[in-house]
């Protein structure tokens, strides 16, 4: 079994910052890939961006330039930058990973998420 507990969340004013972090735990051999999501009040979850265990990332057009994401691979954790916030950031910030464990066995885990709030 693998957890995944994101931290960092919280309410800032438009054009401020935080950061969120995302720890894994328990039966981990490797992590392929880490994703962050989030999702709105009345709205689909949607993708903001993904690195893989070597270090490559991609973004969601809507966060290009302002979010980064970044991994400590020794630590099994990864985080998101967030700069330059706006109102419509304001969602709940879910952690996932794609998990090989020691038993070589392969899972999708997710985090129990953070909210994030942006006040205009």
């Known amino acids: 079994q693998v957890t995944l507990v994101e931290t960092g969340g919280g309410e800032v004013q438009a054009g401020g910052s935080l950061r969120l972090s995302c720890a894994a735990s328990?039966?981990?051999?490797?992590?392929?890939?880490w994703g962050w999501y989030r999702q709105a009040p009345e709205k689909q979850r949607e993708l903001v961006g993904t690195?893989?265990?070597?270090?490559?990332?991609t973004y969601a057009e809507s966060v290009k330039g302002r979010f980064t994401i970044n991994l400590d691979s020794l630590e099994d954790k990864v985080y998101l930058q967030l700069d330059s916030l706006k109102p419509e950031d304001t969602a709940t910030y879910y952690c996932?990973?794609?998990?090989?464990?020691?038993?070589?066995?392969?899972?999708?885990?997710w985090g129990q998420g953070t909210q994030v709030t942006v006040s205009s």
């Open positions: 996932n990973a794609d998990v090989m464990s020691r038993w070589n066995t392969r899972g999708e885990y």
């Open positions: 328990g039966n981990i051999r490797n992590i392929y890939n």
């Open positions: 690195i893989s265990g070597s270090g490559r990332t």
